[in-house]
């Protein structure tokens, strides 16, 4: 029978240490940003289950079909003994990964402890044979893989990528051919430029305003801060300047109004009809997606995409270590 472990790579503190940086550079810089990231707090992660399971909202469909169909084929192409999966929150997602491949081990990587020890610690249960060694780690910075089988899949879905500016996913996508060795490989999911109105759609509704909203709430909580919620309101725009191509969310401050921080010893202002940008996730189109990697040193070995064109999964290999030309599979058999 395997085992399950799970290794700390971050400090006890590092989560406040990095919220409080987040927002201090965030609500003192021009145009006031904040990262994503704070939205998954325990409620926050109950908003956005909500939110995968609405109609509008087709990644997490259109994904976890795309796996179910090329699993298997992804698992002959890769062959991998290991699977890290970046993020891995529940590691519901990539179960249709773990029956494909001839797995040894798998190595979930993520910030929250608690997801981590409950979604191993069941997998485990179910799979006996697999060992699952949890790493507490955050995969914007650095970080060194412990010893593992190989060759290996790095696994990076859901399209978060998306949420990272074009600068800082070069600089993710360098950082993750830096952990591949020969043999290994990455499968990446990502949201492709599709019709505007169902982009804005799948972001625009009232139960995504209560998740956007909801990172006022931690800062509150964790910070002491004094939002009011009720005073900023929900906002999904599309930006379709060709270097941009997203999804922007932001909270927009309904009147003039002042914010008190006082863990941070901070008072932020905010001018009526300002916006506090959340998040944004990047669309991409195949060409685009293609040169990122290259410049990464990865190249698509597969490429599948759903029948609408509105979501792909890419494997892609060292550029010195690709089998041969790109091969792009359009998937007829997803609805």
Same mark, same amino acid.
């Given at each position: 029978m395997k085992s399950f472990q799970i290794t700390r790579t971050l400090p006890t503190d590092a989560t406040d240490a990095a919220l409080r940086a987040d927002v201090l550079q965030g609500l003192t810089g021009t145009p006031k940003t904040l990262p994503p990231k704070w939205f998954y707090d325990a409620y926050g992660s109950e908003l956005f289950e909500m939110i995968v399971a609405l109609p509008g909202y087709y990644i997490g469909r259109l994904e976890r079909e795309l796996l179910a169909a090329h699993a298997r084929e992804i698992g002959a192409v890769c062959? $991998?003994?290991?699977?890290?999966?970046?993020? &891995?929150? #529940? &590691?519901?997602?990539?179960?249709?990964?773990? #029956?494909?491949?001839?797995?040894?081990?798998?190595?979930?990587?993520?910030? &929250?402890? &608690? $997801?981590?020890?409950? !979604?191993?610690? $069941?997998? $485990? !249960?179910?799979?006996?044979?697999?060992?699952?060694h949890a790493l507490i780690a955050d995969f914007t910075t650095a970080f060194t893989l412990p010893p593992t089988p190989g060759p290996r899949l790095v696994a990076f879905l859901g399209s978060t990528i998306g949420n990272l500016l074009p600068r800082e996913r070069g600089v993710f996508l360098a950082a993750v051919r830096a952990l591949l060795a020969p043999g290994d490989a990455l499968l990446l999911g990502t949201d492709l430029v599709k019709d505007p109105g169902r982009l804005v759609a799948a972001y625009d509704d009232d139960t995504t305003g209560l998740f956007n909203r909801n990172v006022l709430s931690v800062i509150n909580r964790e910070l002491g801060a004094d939002f009011d919620l009720d005073a900023f309101e929900h906002v999904a725009l599309w930006d379709a300047a060709a270097d941009h191509e997203w999804i922007e969310m932001r909270l927009r401050s309904r009147r003039e109004q002042t914010v008190k921080i006082p863990a941070l010893d901070l008072a932020v202002d905010f001018a009526a009809g300002e916006d506090l940008r959340t998040e944004i996730s990047a669309k991409f189109r195949p060409d685009r997606l293609t040169g990122e990697l290259a410049a990464a040193g990865l190249e698509v070995e597969r490429f599948f995409t759903s029948p609408d064109q509105a979501y792909a999964l890419t494997l892609a290999v060292p550029t010195d270590h690709a089998t041969g030309p790109s091969t792009v599979r359009t998937t007829a058999s997803v609805s």
């Amino acid at each position: 029978m395997k085992s399950f472990q799970i290794t700390r790579t971050l400090p006890t503190d590092a989560t406040d240490a990095a919220l409080r940086a987040d927002v201090l550079q965030g609500l003192t810089g021009t145009p006031k940003t904040l990262p994503p990231k704070w939205f998954y707090d325990a409620y926050g992660s109950e908003l956005f289950e909500m939110i995968v399971a609405l109609p509008g909202y087709y990644i997490g469909r259109l994904e976890r079909e795309l796996l179910a169909a090329h699993a298997r084929e992804i698992g002959a192409v890769c062959g $991998a003994r290991t699977l890290v999966e970046l993020g &891995s929150g #529940s &590691s519901e997602k990539t179960r249709h990964l773990i #029956s494909a491949l001839p797995l040894h081990t798998y190595l979930p990587v993520d910030v &929250s402890e &608690s $997801a981590l020890r409950q !979604a191993g610690q $069941a997998l $485990a !249960a179910e799979r006996p044979d697999l060992h699952v060694h949890a790493l507490i780690a955050d995969f914007t910075t650095a970080f060194t893989l412990p010893p593992t089988p190989g060759p290996r899949l790095v696994a990076f879905l859901g399209s978060t990528i998306g949420n990272l500016l074009p600068r800082e996913r070069g600089v993710f996508l360098a950082a993750v051919r830096a952990l591949l060795a020969p043999g290994d490989a990455l499968l990446l999911g990502t949201d492709l430029v599709k019709d505007p109105g169902r982009l804005v759609a799948a972001y625009d509704d009232d139960t995504t305003g209560l998740f956007n909203r909801n990172v006022l709430s931690v800062i509150n909580r964790e910070l002491g801060a004094d939002f009011d919620l009720d005073a900023f309101e929900h906002v999904a725009l599309w930006d379709a300047a060709a270097d941009h191509e997203w999804i922007e969310m932001r909270l927009r401050s309904r009147r003039e109004q002042t914010v008190k921080i006082p863990a941070l010893d901070l008072a932020v202002d905010f001018a009526a009809g300002e916006d506090l940008r959340t998040e944004i996730s990047a669309k991409f189109r195949p060409d685009r997606l293609t040169g990122e990697l290259a410049a990464a040193g990865l190249e698509v070995e597969r490429f599948f995409t759903s029948p609408d064109q509105a979501y792909a999964l890419t494997l892609a290999v060292p550029t010195d270590h690709a089998t041969g030309p790109s091969t792009v599979r359009t998937t007829a058999s997803v609805s």
